[in-house]
Protein backbone atom coordinates (compact mmCIF):
# COMPACT_ATOMS: atom_id res chain seq x y z
CA UNK A 1 0.00 0.00 0.00
CA UNK A 2 0.95 3.57 -0.77
CA UNK A 3 3.08 4.83 2.11
CA UNK A 4 0.58 8.28 1.69
CA UNK A 5 -2.50 6.37 1.88
CA UNK A 6 -1.10 4.70 4.87
CA UNK A 7 -0.65 7.92 6.66
CA UNK A 8 -3.89 9.39 5.55
CA UNK A 9 -5.58 6.42 7.41
CA UNK A 10 -3.96 6.93 10.33
CA UNK A 11 -4.80 10.47 10.59
CA UNK A 12 -8.27 9.98 10.11
CA UNK A 13 -8.55 6.97 11.98
CA UNK A 14 -7.36 9.83 14.66
CA UNK A 15 -10.07 11.98 13.82
CA UNK A 16 -12.61 9.06 14.30
CA UNK A 17 -11.64 8.20 17.31
CA UNK A 18 -11.40 11.68 18.84
CA UNK A 19 -15.01 12.36 17.15
CA UNK A 20 -16.18 9.21 19.38
CA UNK A 21 -14.08 10.68 22.28
CA UNK A 22 -16.24 13.86 22.45
CA UNK A 23 -19.21 11.49 21.62
CA UNK A 24 -18.99 9.76 24.93
CA UNK A 25 -17.34 13.12 26.69
CA UNK A 26 -20.92 14.09 25.59
CA UNK A 27 -22.64 11.34 27.18
CA UNK A 28 -20.04 11.79 30.15
CA UNK A 29 -21.22 15.49 31.03
CA UNK A 30 -25.02 14.81 30.39
CA UNK A 31 -25.44 11.42 32.74
CA UNK A 32 -23.34 13.38 35.51
CA UNK A 33 -20.28 10.66 35.33
CA UNK A 34 -17.15 13.00 34.67
CA UNK A 35 -16.36 13.23 38.53
CA UNK A 36 -17.10 9.30 39.32
CA UNK A 37 -12.76 8.48 39.26
CA UNK A 38 -11.75 10.78 42.10
CA UNK A 39 -8.24 9.46 41.45
CA UNK A 40 -6.28 8.98 38.32
CA UNK A 41 -4.19 5.62 38.19
CA UNK A 42 -2.17 4.33 35.79
CA UNK A 43 -3.61 1.06 36.44
CA UNK A 44 -7.04 2.73 35.53
CA UNK A 45 -6.95 1.23 32.48
CA UNK A 46 -8.40 -2.01 33.49
CA UNK A 47 -10.95 -1.42 35.58
CA UNK A 48 -11.89 -2.87 39.15
CA UNK A 49 -12.74 -6.62 38.98
CA UNK A 50 -13.04 -7.25 42.39
CA UNK A 51 -15.87 -5.67 45.17
CA UNK A 52 -12.76 -4.66 47.15
CA UNK A 53 -11.53 -2.08 44.45
CA UNK A 54 -14.79 -1.42 43.60
CA UNK A 55 -15.38 -0.57 47.31
CA UNK A 56 -11.94 1.59 47.02
CA UNK A 57 -13.12 3.52 44.38
CA UNK A 58 -16.34 4.53 45.65
CA UNK A 59 -14.57 5.54 48.60
CA UNK A 60 -12.56 7.90 47.37
CA UNK A 61 -15.81 8.85 45.48
CA UNK A 62 -17.57 9.84 48.51
CA UNK A 63 -14.74 12.07 49.62
CA UNK A 64 -15.86 14.24 46.69
CA UNK A 65 -18.29 17.92 46.98
CA UNK A 66 -20.28 15.95 44.16
CA UNK A 67 -20.87 12.87 47.08
CA UNK A 68 -21.30 14.97 49.66
CA UNK A 69 -23.62 17.38 48.50
CA UNK A 70 -26.00 15.38 45.62
CA UNK A 71 -25.36 12.09 45.69
CA UNK A 72 -25.07 11.24 49.23
CA UNK A 73 -27.97 8.41 48.65
CA UNK A 74 -25.89 6.42 45.99
CA UNK A 75 -25.30 2.67 46.52
CA UNK A 76 -22.30 1.07 45.17
CA UNK A 77 -24.71 0.14 42.11
CA UNK A 78 -25.20 3.69 41.64
CA UNK A 79 -21.45 4.14 41.56
CA UNK A 80 -20.77 1.64 39.06
CA UNK A 81 -23.58 3.67 36.31
CA UNK A 82 -21.43 6.64 36.56
CA UNK A 83 -18.08 5.24 36.46
CA UNK A 84 -18.39 3.23 33.32
CA UNK A 85 -19.08 5.63 31.11
CA UNK A 86 -15.83 8.38 32.88
CA UNK A 87 -13.95 4.82 32.48
CA UNK A 88 -14.90 4.83 28.91
CA UNK A 89 -14.02 8.04 27.98
CA UNK A 90 -11.00 8.04 29.62
CA UNK A 91 -9.99 4.84 27.91
CA UNK A 92 -10.64 6.05 24.40
CA UNK A 93 -8.34 9.16 25.12
CA UNK A 94 -5.93 6.80 25.97
CA UNK A 95 -6.41 4.52 22.93
CA UNK A 96 -6.08 7.83 21.02
CA UNK A 97 -2.64 8.13 22.13
CA UNK A 98 -1.56 4.38 21.57
CA UNK A 99 -3.08 4.75 17.69
CA UNK A 100 -0.88 7.49 17.46
CA UNK A 101 2.45 6.25 18.72
CA UNK A 102 2.70 3.75 17.74
CA UNK A 103 2.14 3.86 14.26
CA UNK A 104 4.17 7.35 14.59
CA UNK A 105 7.20 5.77 15.36
CA UNK A 106 6.84 3.22 12.74
CA UNK A 107 6.49 5.97 10.09
CA UNK A 108 9.44 7.98 11.33
CA UNK A 109 11.68 4.68 11.43
CA UNK A 110 10.61 4.29 7.67
CA UNK A 111 11.40 7.55 6.54
CA UNK A 112 7.85 8.67 5.71
CA UNK A 113 6.73 11.14 7.98
CA UNK A 114 10.08 14.25 7.15
CA UNK A 115 9.96 17.93 6.91
CA UNK A 116 7.01 19.76 7.10
CA UNK A 117 5.06 17.06 7.54
CA UNK A 118 7.13 15.52 10.70
CA UNK A 119 6.37 18.52 12.17
CA UNK A 120 2.69 18.78 11.40
CA UNK A 121 2.77 15.16 12.95
CA UNK A 122 4.89 16.58 16.55
CA UNK A 123 2.07 19.58 16.49
CA UNK A 124 -0.85 16.79 16.64
CA UNK A 125 0.91 15.17 19.23
CA UNK A 126 1.15 17.88 21.22
CA UNK A 127 -1.85 19.43 20.91
CA UNK A 128 -2.85 15.96 21.88
CA UNK A 129 -1.27 16.19 25.05
CA UNK A 130 -2.17 19.97 25.76
CA UNK A 131 -6.32 18.49 25.21
CA UNK A 132 -5.40 15.32 27.78
CA UNK A 133 -4.04 17.74 30.22
CA UNK A 134 -6.75 20.44 30.12
CA UNK A 135 -9.33 16.95 30.70
CA UNK A 136 -7.33 16.57 34.47
CA UNK A 137 -7.62 20.16 35.24
CA UNK A 138 -11.39 19.96 34.56
CA UNK A 139 -11.52 16.97 36.39
CA UNK A 140 -9.72 18.51 39.54
CA UNK A 141 -11.74 21.60 39.48
CA UNK A 142 -14.61 19.61 40.30
CA UNK A 143 -12.98 17.97 43.46
CA UNK A 144 -11.91 20.91 45.41
CA UNK A 145 -15.32 22.65 46.86
CA UNK A 146 -18.01 22.80 44.33
CA UNK A 147 -19.60 19.75 43.07
CA UNK A 148 -19.37 20.46 39.24
CA UNK A 149 -16.87 20.96 37.02
CA UNK A 150 -15.03 24.87 35.95
CA UNK A 151 -17.09 26.04 32.64
CA UNK A 152 -13.49 27.45 31.64
CA UNK A 153 -12.21 24.40 31.66
CA UNK A 154 -14.98 22.03 30.36
CA UNK A 155 -14.54 25.06 27.08
CA UNK A 156 -10.71 24.42 26.90
CA UNK A 157 -11.24 20.69 27.27
CA UNK A 158 -13.51 20.36 24.46
CA UNK A 159 -12.50 22.68 22.15
CA UNK A 160 -8.83 21.66 22.30
CA UNK A 161 -10.09 18.00 20.94
CA UNK A 162 -11.99 19.63 18.02
CA UNK A 163 -8.55 21.90 17.25
CA UNK A 164 -6.58 18.67 17.64
CA UNK A 165 -9.40 16.85 15.02
CA UNK A 166 -9.33 19.43 12.93
CA UNK A 167 -5.98 19.96 12.03
CA UNK A 168 -5.74 16.31 11.82
CA UNK A 169 -8.04 16.52 9.42
CA UNK A 170 -6.20 19.07 7.48
CA UNK A 171 -3.52 17.66 7.07
CA UNK A 172 -4.71 14.49 5.54
CA UNK A 173 -6.72 16.85 3.25
CA UNK A 174 -3.21 18.30 2.44
CA UNK A 175 -2.10 14.61 1.34
CA UNK A 176 -5.24 13.70 -0.40
CA UNK A 177 -5.87 16.78 -2.23
CA UNK A 178 -2.35 18.46 -2.58
CA UNK A 179 -2.19 21.88 -4.38
CA UNK A 180 0.60 21.06 -6.51
CA UNK A 181 -1.49 18.88 -8.91
CA UNK A 182 -4.12 20.48 -11.70
CA UNK A 183 -7.38 20.53 -9.23
CA UNK A 184 -8.55 24.00 -10.55
CA UNK A 185 -11.80 23.70 -12.20
CA UNK A 186 -12.53 24.86 -15.69
CA UNK A 187 -13.18 28.57 -16.02
CA UNK A 188 -11.53 29.33 -13.10
CA UNK A 189 -9.08 31.76 -13.57
CA UNK A 190 -11.52 34.54 -14.67
CA UNK A 191 -13.30 33.44 -11.46
CA UNK A 192 -10.50 34.17 -8.72
CA UNK A 193 -11.81 37.05 -7.09
CA UNK A 194 -14.80 35.48 -6.31
CA UNK A 195 -12.82 31.94 -4.94
CA UNK A 196 -10.87 33.91 -2.84
CA UNK A 197 -14.34 36.21 -1.63
CA UNK A 198 -15.33 32.58 -0.52
CA UNK A 199 -11.94 31.85 1.04
CA UNK A 200 -12.32 34.46 3.77
CA UNK A 201 -16.06 33.72 3.64
CA UNK A 202 -15.47 30.61 4.84
CA UNK A 203 -12.68 31.73 7.43
CA UNK A 204 -15.08 33.76 9.17
CA UNK A 205 -17.36 30.87 9.16
CA UNK A 206 -14.53 28.90 10.99
CA UNK A 207 -14.27 31.12 13.54
CA UNK A 208 -17.70 31.45 14.13
CA UNK A 209 -18.57 27.84 14.52
CA UNK A 210 -15.51 27.64 16.95
CA UNK A 211 -17.22 30.13 19.14
CA UNK A 212 -20.37 28.27 18.88
CA UNK A 213 -18.66 25.73 20.19
CA UNK A 214 -16.99 26.85 22.75
CA UNK A 215 -20.23 28.58 24.24
CA UNK A 216 -21.51 25.25 23.66
CA UNK A 217 -19.51 23.91 26.33
CA UNK A 218 -20.42 27.05 28.66
CA UNK A 219 -23.79 26.43 28.08
CA UNK A 220 -23.26 22.66 29.11
CA UNK A 221 -21.24 23.44 32.33
CA UNK A 222 -23.48 26.46 33.75
CA UNK A 223 -26.67 24.28 32.67
CA UNK A 224 -27.99 26.97 30.68
CA UNK A 225 -29.45 24.96 28.58
CA UNK A 226 -32.34 24.62 30.85
CA UNK A 227 -32.88 28.24 30.90
CA UNK A 228 -35.72 29.80 28.89
CA UNK A 229 -36.22 26.43 27.32
CA UNK A 230 -38.22 27.94 24.18
CA UNK A 231 -37.68 29.02 20.75
CA UNK A 232 -37.71 31.66 19.03
CA UNK A 233 -37.73 33.53 21.86
CA UNK A 234 -36.22 33.41 25.56
CA UNK A 235 -39.14 33.20 27.55
CA UNK A 236 -41.95 35.95 26.46
CA UNK A 237 -38.73 37.85 24.90
CA UNK A 238 -36.46 38.50 22.38
CA UNK A 239 -33.49 39.09 24.33
CA UNK A 240 -33.98 37.86 28.08
CA UNK A 241 -34.26 40.95 30.89
CA UNK A 242 -31.60 38.46 33.02
CA UNK A 243 -28.98 38.61 30.76
CA UNK A 244 -27.82 41.62 32.48
CA UNK A 245 -28.30 40.08 35.79
CA UNK A 246 -24.28 40.16 36.48
CA UNK A 247 -22.07 42.67 37.08
CA UNK A 248 -20.31 44.17 35.51
CA UNK A 249 -21.88 43.70 32.34
CA UNK A 250 -19.48 41.65 30.11
CA UNK A 251 -19.78 38.93 33.01
CA UNK A 252 -22.94 37.66 32.15
CA UNK A 253 -21.74 36.72 28.65
CA UNK A 254 -18.87 34.30 30.28
CA UNK A 255 -20.42 33.53 33.79
CA UNK A 256 -23.93 34.44 33.32
CA UNK A 257 -26.73 31.71 32.39
CA UNK A 258 -29.26 33.54 30.61
CA UNK A 259 -25.97 35.63 28.91
CA UNK A 260 -24.44 32.80 27.98
CA UNK A 261 -27.59 31.35 26.30
CA UNK A 262 -28.16 34.37 24.53
CA UNK A 263 -24.60 34.20 22.84
CA UNK A 264 -24.99 30.45 21.77
CA UNK A 265 -28.48 30.97 20.59
CA UNK A 266 -28.07 33.96 18.16
CA UNK A 267 -24.76 33.06 17.42
CA UNK A 268 -25.97 30.14 15.32
CA UNK A 269 -28.20 32.36 13.36
CA UNK A 270 -24.87 33.84 12.62
CA UNK A 271 -23.27 30.31 11.80
CA UNK A 272 -26.45 29.46 9.76
CA UNK A 273 -26.20 33.14 7.81
CA UNK A 274 -22.38 32.61 6.47
CA UNK A 275 -23.25 29.15 5.36
CA UNK A 276 -26.33 30.38 3.35
CA UNK A 277 -23.84 33.19 2.08
CA UNK A 278 -21.08 30.93 0.97
CA UNK A 279 -23.61 28.88 -0.51
CA UNK A 280 -25.40 31.98 -2.92
CA UNK A 281 -21.67 33.25 -3.72
CA UNK A 282 -20.86 29.69 -5.02
CA UNK A 283 -24.24 28.86 -6.80
CA UNK A 284 -22.96 30.61 -10.70
CA UNK A 285 -19.02 29.52 -10.09
CA UNK A 286 -17.28 26.61 -12.09
CA UNK A 287 -16.64 24.01 -8.99
CA UNK A 288 -14.93 20.82 -8.91
CA UNK A 289 -17.17 18.10 -7.58
CA UNK A 290 -15.13 17.90 -4.62
CA UNK A 291 -15.95 22.00 -3.62
CA UNK A 292 -20.08 21.53 -5.26
CA UNK A 293 -20.40 18.37 -2.84
CA UNK A 294 -18.92 19.91 0.20
CA UNK A 295 -20.76 23.07 -0.08
CA UNK A 296 -24.04 20.64 -0.28
CA UNK A 297 -23.32 19.19 2.74
CA UNK A 298 -22.49 22.31 4.55
CA UNK A 299 -25.72 23.63 4.09
CA UNK A 300 -27.54 20.19 4.66
CA UNK A 301 -25.55 19.89 7.82
CA UNK A 302 -26.04 23.26 9.27
CA UNK A 303 -29.76 22.79 9.05
CA UNK A 304 -29.75 19.90 10.75
CA UNK A 305 -27.66 21.38 13.54
CA UNK A 306 -29.89 24.19 13.68
CA UNK A 307 -32.87 21.79 14.05
CA UNK A 308 -30.64 19.47 16.61
CA UNK A 309 -30.25 23.04 18.63
CA UNK A 310 -34.03 23.76 18.75
CA UNK A 311 -35.01 20.45 19.83
CA UNK A 312 -32.51 20.54 22.29
CA UNK A 313 -32.71 23.46 23.77
CA UNK A 314 -37.29 22.94 23.96
CA UNK A 315 -36.97 19.69 25.77
CA UNK A 316 -34.25 20.75 28.13
CA UNK A 317 -30.96 18.65 26.95
CA UNK A 318 -32.16 15.01 27.05
CA UNK A 319 -29.39 12.58 26.58
CA UNK A 320 -29.70 11.67 23.53
CA UNK A 321 -30.64 15.07 21.68
CA UNK A 322 -27.78 16.31 23.56
CA UNK A 323 -25.59 13.79 22.28
CA UNK A 324 -26.85 14.38 18.65
CA UNK A 325 -26.53 18.23 19.42
CA UNK A 326 -22.79 17.36 20.27
CA UNK A 327 -22.30 15.10 17.27
CA UNK A 328 -23.74 17.89 14.98
CA UNK A 329 -21.49 20.35 15.96
CA UNK A 330 -18.41 17.85 15.04
CA UNK A 331 -19.47 17.34 11.83
CA UNK A 332 -20.52 21.00 11.09
CA UNK A 333 -16.68 21.40 12.00
CA UNK A 334 -15.60 19.09 10.12
CA UNK A 335 -17.59 20.40 7.11
CA UNK A 336 -16.21 23.94 7.31
CA UNK A 337 -12.67 22.76 6.92
CA UNK A 338 -13.37 21.01 4.42
CA UNK A 339 -15.15 23.48 2.30
CA UNK A 340 -12.50 25.77 3.66
CA UNK A 341 -9.41 23.57 2.50
CA UNK A 342 -10.81 23.35 -0.90
CA UNK A 343 -10.76 26.59 -1.95
CA UNK A 344 -6.57 25.46 -1.72
CA UNK A 345 -7.02 24.43 -4.91
CA UNK A 346 -7.45 27.67 -6.19
CA UNK A 347 -4.27 28.63 -5.82
CA UNK A 348 -2.38 27.73 -8.97
CA UNK A 349 -4.59 29.67 -10.82
CA UNK A 350 -2.19 32.63 -11.62
Known amino acids: MNPKRIIVIWLLTGCVLIWAMVVVGGITRLTHSGLSMAKWKISSVIPPHTDEEWQQDFNDYKQTPEYKQ ?12 IYWWEFIHRLIGRSIGMVFLI ?3 FFVYKGWLKGKLLIKSLVIFAMGGAQGVLGWF ?7 DVPHVSHYFLAAHLITAFITC ?3 FWVALDLIYP ?10 LGQKPQFQSLRKWSWALLVMVVIQIVYGAFTSGLH ?33 VAGVQFIHRYNAYVVVLLVFIIWFKSRKLQLLP ?16 FLLGVFTLIYSVPVVLGV ?6 FLLFASSIFVLHQWKAVKVVS
Do not use: C
Not at 70 to 81: A, P, R, V
Not at 138 to 144: E, F, I, K, R, T
Not at 324 to 329: E, K, R, S
Open 70 to 81: INSYFTLEDYKH
Open 103 to 105: PFA
Open 138 to 144: MVASGLQ
Open 166 to 168: GYS
Open 179 to 188: TDLPQTPKGA
Open 224 to 256: AGQFDPTWPKMGNNWIAPEITALTPTWRNFIDG
Open 290 to 305: TQSNGIKFLLGMVFVQ
Open 324 to 329: LHQTGA
